[in-house]
């Protein structure tokens, strides 16, 4: 019986391409393709860059100085969040290892890509993308899973990991962390394999997870923004207490329990049944998914 305790049947939308993107050629009078870009859906790869081109190694000495902080009290961060973050700070070196991971993700995507997409013969499959129910995020990229586009014959003699889209893939190998948000969600059915896939990824060790101080993308993106806003309190700025928490604001909801934790308690969630809910979309969430309150 599966442990996963959120249902959710996305009508999503199988698609060719989608979006305003750089126009490449045109086939005919009515006919333009386009380049786009793609987020890939329900995952979250290690950053070579952020924020922009910003190299994440270039953050050392600015988290080292937030664990510092951390450690006098002056971050606006609860106790148990600041005793999970403050050890992978503190090392002088977390931007470091979150770029060198973020290094052999992409170098994983693109060894994975190019072999899924090659077919016995050498030739070149297309790609597979489907949307969930919202399209498009706020960069303007496309919201998708992908897959090779298999041929009928092909896909009855595959296994259902290996006609699994590689987001799913990527969240096996342990190359990336899930990071499903609310109403994205796959169809229950993958739902359950990205959550084993991602348990399995976390228990072995595998990828990122063989490194016990590393930071999933979306921390090592809440760290920065947290060591700018303690930044401000320490120079002396006085903030709201809207800006004192702009760093983190994902709700977090556990997938074999339905409970909902406020942002800063998600770490009581394992990683691999977090599923996260924007704070515009709680009261929907709450009451589509039958969520409860978990203990803070």
Not at 57 to 86: F, K, Q, V
Not at 236 to 254: F, M, N, P
Request: net charge neutral.
């Amino acid at each position: 019986m599966p442990e996963v305790k959120i249902f959710w049947d996305p009508q999503g939308l199988s698609i060719n391409t989608l979006g305003t993107n750089q126009y490449l050629r045109a086939t005919d009078g009515d006919t333009p393709y386009v380049a786009m870009s793609i987020r890939l859906l329900s995952i979250d790869a290690p950053e070579t860059h952020y924020p922009g081109q910003t190299k994440p190694s270039r953050h050392d000495s600015d988290l080292a100085t937030l664990a510092y902080w951390i450690e006098r009290g002056y971050a606006p961060i609860n106790d148990d969040l600041a005793a999970y973050l403050h050890p992978r700070l503190a090392s002088g070196q977390a931007g470091t290892l979150h770029e060198q991971q973020g290094e052999q993700s992409s170098a994983v995507f693109k060894q994975m890509l190019d072999e899924m997409m090659t077919r016995p013969s050498g030739s070149k499959r297309n790609l597979y993308i489907r949307t969930a129910d919202q399209p498009f995020d706020s960069y303007g990229r496309l919201l998708a899973y992908i897959a090779p586009s298999y041929s009928r014959e092909e896909l009855q003699a595959l296994n259902k990991w290996q006609r699994a889209t590689i987001n799913l893939l990527m969240v096996r190998a342990g190359w990336a962390a899930t990071m499903i948000i609310y109403p994205s969600l796959p169809k229950y059915e993958d739902l359950v394999m990205f959550r084993e896939a991602a348990k399995e990824a976390y228990l072995l060790g595998r990828g990122v997870w063989a490194e016990p101080l590393g930071l999933t993308g979306y921390e090592f993106r809440m760290a920065v923004k947290l060591y700018k806003i303690t930044k401000q309190l320490v120079e002396g700025e006085t903030l709201s207490e809207t800006a004192r928490k702009a760093w983190i604001s994902r709700y977090c909801v556990d997938l074999t329990t339905r409970e909902i934790y406020y942002p800063e308690y998600y770490i009581r969630v394992a990683p691999y049944n977090r599923l996260f809910v924007w704070p515009a979309e709680v009261s929907e969430a709450v009451g589509s998914l039958n969520l409860t309150p978990g203990g803070q």
